[in-house]
Every structure is written in structure tokens, then in C-alpha cells.
């Protein structure tokens, strides 16, 4: 086999290689950094609702009591305004959503379905996780999903949530008197959960890794050319060339050609050696005919 | 051709209840839409700052609304097309006659009795809310004595409580209708605005009572709203439509024609 040829299989094999394990990192790289932004996101829109449940608790509750004499307002309901909120982002943005998943709710939308349910459990049953974070697939593509627990720790919270003749009358016109009951404290009643797409920065991860993989490729195809042009220039043509006249005048064809080079790197200094070693044998061969 | 000296008894009368200073029960706070006050027989027009008095009548179209702040604390919106009385006693106890409309009190201090054609409601530190069309009233807070002439009962907060020809019946919950043909404003917590009333107003006077408009009160109550409204006699046109049905009221009756009531000379014999 040529030399070119062995020297292009081991830079292929290495370049192979080396692309492989920089696919192989920077994908893990990005997927995480896509993760990691995906759940920083989750997270602000967590704070965001707990912003909205605390303004609503502390400052718009306080202004409609007396109106909640005359009808119950759900707008006073640090659950309802969080979500409401949400559903307005939603109208924009119809992949991101909230919800306060609760296995007895007093509202019926905020009824648990089955994996919120599952969720909601493993807080029941483990009392000390504070977050949860997964991933599900939706019709809408992969989706991340942070929770954490609805705690009743606040005792205001129970006279609309124990019994249906503590409740305010105005609620129990509005949502009946079957739902949202026997809540205790300290019992978890739910969850708040934010589910976050993936897809985007998912596809900007995988667009930054294709845009990655071309260059490196493109760079190892243009390293690889120039290897080759620069390996056939300065060593394997001189080579070709200084055994073609070696095996003339091994021949004994003296006229074939002469040792010259210019340069003194290795073939060049190997070139002057070949042409004293042929100035020798001629003179040799001249004294043997002498 | 009467004689002035026939014009005296009514000239009595004119005079007999001015020039007494009358002490402000209370202040107009808020006045809108076509609201009108009826002190004595002269219709003003109502302004914010505007001293209240016993006996004032307080008068609104379909879409007015009123605030008065009693001394003593006790705040009063009335809405709607109808009249509010305003009587104070000596003892500054305080009634509210509701001939119409809406009404809500919020009550601090002495107890606030509020009329209506259908029954009376005592309310003590409480606020109440009522339609007088419909005979209806809720507690928002506190409690109310309600009374007819059937007996007393006592409305606690939360319940509603509609008259009807077969009495008093009471709901856990002000019903829709009732709630939404309330004021919106009804629904907050009425607000204290006198300590930002800059001064008090002098009612603009607007014209004195026609008698079109005298005779509900007249019929409500005969013998005070004569005596009221006897002023008005002296004017003509006034006097023209008394006449036809002057037989309902005695004592106008007496002032217009006292030669009905003179004593009759024996005729002289021949």
C-alpha cells in the first residue's frame, strides 16, 4: 500500500476519532445548557405565580370582602388569579401552562389528572421533597415540568375548605357543596405545577450542535486536503523521484538523472547523500573498468 | 272679595315654623344625577357640603345616587327613583323613612330605625342594605330587628329577608336578581368623605312644591303635611288645584274658606 494511502487511513481513523468524542461532549453539553435554561424558565414563572397568589392574598382580597357578601368573586383566590394569569400567558405562548393540581379541588379545572395525581402523591407520601422536576411528552412536543407542594400551613385558607356550613354562602351558590371540602392543616392538598416546552431551546441546542459538527467537519476535511497536498509535495513526490533515478542507477543507468536538491530538510539531506553515494559508484565502477 | 283680615289665620301659619335655626343632622357627601332636597315646602338643589335637617326629604331619578354622613358616624346612600325622609329627635335618635329606592346604612353609634311601607328595620352598629319597591333588605354585617305588624324577628349578617303578602321569608344569601338591581357602589364598603368636604354648602334654592307633588306625602301622612305645606297656599296656582279636593284637608279647608266655619247668626225675628 502507499504511503499516501497508510497516512490517510491513520488521519482518518484519528480524525474519526476526535470527531466522534467532540459529538459526543458537546452534544451532552448542549442538551444540558437546554435543560438547564428550560428550568431556570420553569422556575421564574414558579416565582411569578407565587408573586401573583401573595398580591392577591394580601392586597386584592382585602379590597372585595365586602362584595363577597353579595357574590363570591373567585378573583380573590390565590389560586384562581395565578392561574388566570397563566391562561392570559397562554394566549400567546399556548405551550407553557400552570396549574394548581389538586386531588379535592373546590374548583373543578383544578382537579389532578392522573400523572399531576402522581406527582401530588409523592409529595403526600414524602414529606420532605420540596421540588419536583420531569419530563413528559405532550401532543405538542417533549415538555419539563417543576412542582412543588400546596401546603396548607395558613389557617385562613380553611374556613372555604373544612366544612360546607363554615363556608361562605356566596362560594357554596357558586361551586356547590360536594367539592373542595375536609381540607386539615398541614395536610398537602396539591401541587403547583409548571410545564415548560422543550422544543425550542431543544432545537436551538441541536441547531448549535449541527452548526458544531459542520464546522469541525469542515475543518478536519480542509486539514485532511491540505495534509495530503502538503505530504504529497514535500515528501512523496521528492521520494517518487529520488527512487526513481535510485533504481536507474542501480541499473546502471549513471545518466538517468542527478541528485539535486535545495532544500536541507530530512529528503534533502537524504537526496545529497544518494548523489555522493552515486558519484561513488560511478567512480568505483570506473576504476573496476580501469 | 276676601279682606286681608281673612288672610290672617294663613299668615299665622306661614310664619309659625320659620325663623327657627334648625341644627345639620347630618351632610351631603356625594350628589349625583337629578337628586333634589325638599326642606319645608321649597325644593333645592342638592350639592356635597350641603347641611342636612330634621324633616328634609331627599328626592332621586332613576339614575342619582346620594351619601349622607349623620353625626354620630352613621352613613346613608340612597339610589334610584324615590324620596328618603330624614326625621331626628331630641335625643338625636335617628329614622329613616324609605318611600322608594335603594338604601344602605352603615350604622355606628345609637340605633338607626329605617321605614319602609312594608316593615321597619332597628339596625345597631350593623350595615344593612334594602329595596323598599320590593320590601327586601340583607345585612352585609351586624344585625337588624325587623318589625311589622306581625311581630319582630331579628336578620342576622348573610340573610336576606323579602316582605310579602304572606310575611317575611329569609334566605341564606342575597338572591341575583336583588344583588345585580342594586347600585354598584352598593356592593363596596360606602366611604367617609366629610373630613375632605372643604366647607359647608348653602342649598341652592329651586322652587316651592307643586301640589301634584305634596299629595303623596299629603296621603302619607295628612295632618304633619298639612301643617307643612301650608305655606304654599298662598300661592295661587296652588291654591287652584287644592280647590277641587280641599274636603281632604280640614285644616286648609278652614284657612281658604272660614266663612264655612263662622258661627251662624240667628236670623232676626219679625
Known amino acids: ?290 | 272679595m276676601t279682606c286681608w283680615r281673612d288672610w290672617l289665620p294663613i299668615s299665622l301659619w306661614l310664619f309659625a315654623g320659620a325663623g327657627q335655626a334648625a341644627v345639620d343632622a347630618g351632610v351631603i357627601t356625594l350628589a349625583d344625577g337629578d337628586s333634589r332636597l325638599l326642606r319645608g315646602a321649597t325644593w333645592y338643589k342638592l350639592a356635597p357640603g350641603v347641611g342636612l335637617q330634621d324633616a328634609d326629604i331627599l328626592t332621586g331619578g332613576a339614575r342619582s345616587q346620594v351619601q349622607v354622613e349623620f353625626t354620630g358616624g352613621t352613613l346613608a346612600s340612597f339610589a334610584g327613583e324615590g324620596a328618603l325622609m330624614i326625621n331626628v329627635a331630641k335625643d338625636g335618635a335617628l329614622a329613616l323613612t324609605l318611600t322608594a329606592g335603594a338604601l344602605k346604612v352603615a350604622v355606628k353609634g345609637p340605633p338607626v330605625r329605617v321605614r319602609t311601607t312594608q316593615f321597619e328595620a332597628s339596625v345597631a352598629d350593623g350595615i344593612v342594605v334594602m329595596r323598599a319597591d320590593g320590601g327586601e333588605l340583607f345585612v352585609e354585617a351586624g344585625s337588624a330587628k325587623l318589625s311589622d305588624a306581625s311581630g319582630a324577628r331579628e336578620a342576622k349578617r348573610g340573610e336576606y329577608w323579602v316582605k310579602s303578602a304572606a310575611g317575611f321569608a329569609t334566605k341564606p344569601l342575597a338572591p341575583k336578581p336583588f344583588v345585580e338591581s342594586l347600585p354598584r357602589n352598593f356592593l363596596d364598603p360606602l366611604p367617609v368623605l366629610a373630613p375632605g368636604l372643604k366647607s359647608r354648602a348653602v342649598p341652592a334654592v329651586d322652587r316651592d312644591i307643586t301640589f301634584a307633588e305634596a299629595e303623596p306625602w299629603l296621603a302619607r301622612d295628612r295632618a304633619a303635611f298639612e301643617k307643612r305645606f301650608a305655606s304654599r297656599l298662598r300661592d295661587p296656582a296652588f291654591r287652584k288645584a287644592v280647590e277641587p279636593v280641599v274636603a281632604r284637608y280640614p285644616s286648609w279647608d278652614r284657612m281658604l274658606h272660614p266663612e264655612k266655619y263662622q258661627p251662624k247668626q240667628p236670623q232676626a225675628s219679625q
Open chain 1, 1 to 290: 500500500m502507499k504511503l499516501i494511502w497508510k497516512f490517510n487511513l491513520v488521519l482518518l481513523g484519528i480524525f474519526a476519532l476526535g470527531f466522534l468524542v467532540a459529538g459526543y461532549v458537546s452534544y451532552k453539553a448542549l442538551q444540558a445548557n437546554a435543560r438547564e435554561e428550560v428550568l431556570q424558565n420553569a422556575r421564574l414563572m414558579m416565582e411569578a405565580a407565587l408573586a401573583t397568589r401573595n398580591y392577591t392574598a394580601t392586597q386584592v382580597k382585602p379590597l372585595l370582602d365586602t362584595q363577597m357578601q353579595y357574590k363570591f368573586l373567585p378573583q380573590t383566590v390565590p389560586a384562581y388569579a395565578a392561574t388566570e394569569q397563566f391562561n392570559d400567558l397562554r394566549k400567546k405562548h399556548p405551550d407553557y401552562s400552570y396549574k394548581e393540581a389538586t386531588l379535592n379541588p373546590t374548583n373543578p379545572r383544578d382537579r389532578a389528572s392522573d400523572w399531576e395525581a402522581d406527582v401530588v402523591n409523592v409529595f403526600r407520601t414524602t414529606a420532605t421533597t420540596a421540588e419536583i422536576v420531569g419530563e413528559r411528552d405532550t401532543p405538542t412536543g417533549r415538555s419539563l415540568y417543576l412542582s412543588r407542594p400546596i401546603q396548607i400551613k395558613n389557617a385562613a385558607c380553611l374556613p372555604c375548605h373544612t366544612t360546607v356550613d363554615a363556608a361562605p354562602k356566596t362560594m357554596i351558590d357558586l361551586y356547590g357543596p360536594a367539592n373542595g371540602f375536609g381540607w386539615k392543616m398541614e395536610e398537602i392538598i396539591g401541587a403547583q405545577i409548571v410545564s415548560v416546552p422543550m422544543a425550542v431551546p431543544i432545537e436551538r441546542a441541536n441547531k448549535t450542535f449541527t452548526a458544531f459538527m459542520g464546522s469541525l467537519a469542515a475543518v478536519f476535511v480542509a486539514i485532511f486536503v491540505l495534509l495530503n497536498v502538503m505530504l504529497y509535495t514535500m515528501v512523496i513526490r521528492r521520494v517518487t523521484n529520488l527512487a526513481g533515478i535510485a533504481d536507474q542507477v542501480s541499473l546502471g543507468k549513471f545518466d538517468a538523472g542527478e541528485f539535486k536538491t535545495k532544500s536541507h530538510d530530512e529528503i534533502g539531506v537524504l537526496t545529497e547523500a544518494m548523489g555522493r553515494m552515486k558519484a561513488s559508484l560511478v567512480q568505483a565502477m570506473k576504476m573496476l573498468e580501469g
